[in-house]
């Protein structure tokens, strides 16, 4: 890591959420992590091992149990705003088109809109979207709806972004160009990532490490540094390097559940 103090650390939490009845049941324990400025790193681990449950303690919407949550060595332990966090569900407004929706950042936020729009006009095309600034949810495409999502999400300004699931929806085909795409994006933008995934090799294909959760109550089972040629594009599924380093995770994945 470049940096002594981590960009973003998560420092032994734990949570469990109560379900009435007098009964609850344990998410998350005993979960560390760091992320170094710049890198990209996925978060893989079966269904309701806390992964959700995790984004939404750093982004300070849910208090741990125990544990903390430090950006750049400051404990924000159930504080907001300083992470910018695309939800599992896209959460597009259906009555605002791509332009209205990605600038709903800016316009809670108060300040220059036109400085706001400029630097979204500048970004539309990387993301993919020229043409489609007034369209309407209902008239974009699945990955487009994302990409406007995710323009929604960089437009929130925080330099720690936490994706979860952002693909989950998409066909095998324009999941993969998304891949390609959002690869692209981020070595241009270069913000800290933090993303969930359920699919190994998406996660191999994205990182620079992937932490492998536990099935519940979610813990950090291993750690996978991917070392490979950081010159893009990765060769996806062929060479060995990447076919070691998949079956090292999804063994990781089976000895945790
Ligand atoms: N608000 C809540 N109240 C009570 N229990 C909750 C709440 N949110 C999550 N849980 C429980 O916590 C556990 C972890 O859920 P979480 O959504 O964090 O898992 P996940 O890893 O994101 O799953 P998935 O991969 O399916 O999205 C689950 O057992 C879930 O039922
Ligand atoms: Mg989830």
């Known amino acids: 890591m470049a940096h002594l103090v981590a960009h973003l650390e998560v420092n032994d939490v734990s949570k469990a959420y109560d379900q009435g009845r007098g009964q609850s049941v344990q998410a998350l324990s005993n979960v560390s992590l760091q992320l170094g400025r710049g890198e990209f790193v996925s978060l ?3 269904s309701g091992c806390g992964k959700t449950t995790l984004f939404d303690i750093i982004a300070g919407l849910t208090m741990p149990d125990r544990g903390q949550v430090l950006i750049d060595g400051i ?6 705003g300083y992470v910018s966090y695309m939800p599992q569900e896209d959460l597009l407004l259906p009555w605002r088109t791509t ?4 600038m709903l950042a800016p316009e809670l936020r108060g300040g220059d809109l036109t400085e706001s729009r400029q630097e979204v006009m500048k970004l539309i095309d990387l993301f993919g979207l020229s043409g489609f600034e007034d369209s309407y949810p209902f008239e ?6 994302q990409r406007v ?4 999400t960089v437009m929130c300004k925080n330099d720690i972004m936490l994706l979860d699931e952002p693909f989950g929806a998409l066909d095998a085909i324009t999941r993969r160009d998304m891949q390609v795409w959002l690869r692209s994006v981020w070595e241009q933008l270069r913000i800290t990532v933090l993303f969930v995934t ?3 090799e998406e996660a ?3 990182s620079d490490r992937v932490y492998v959760m536990s099935g519940r109550p979610g813990r950090i089972v291993h750690e ?32 945790g559940t």
């Open 140 to 145: 974009l495409s699945g990955g487009m709806r």
């Open 44 to 46: 893989v681990g079966p």
């Open 75 to 80: 404990d924000r332990t159930g504080e907001t």
């Open 99 to 102: 332009l209205q929706n990605v």
């Open 198 to 200: 359920h699919d190994v």
């Open 149 to 152: 999502a995710l323009l929604r």
């Open 204 to 206: 191999v294909y994205l």
């Open 224 to 255: 996978c540094v991917i070392p490979l040629e950081s010159s893009r594009p990765r060769t996806i599924t062929s060479s060995p390097e990447f076919i070691a380093l998949r079956s090292q995770v999804m063994d990781a994945l089976d000895s």
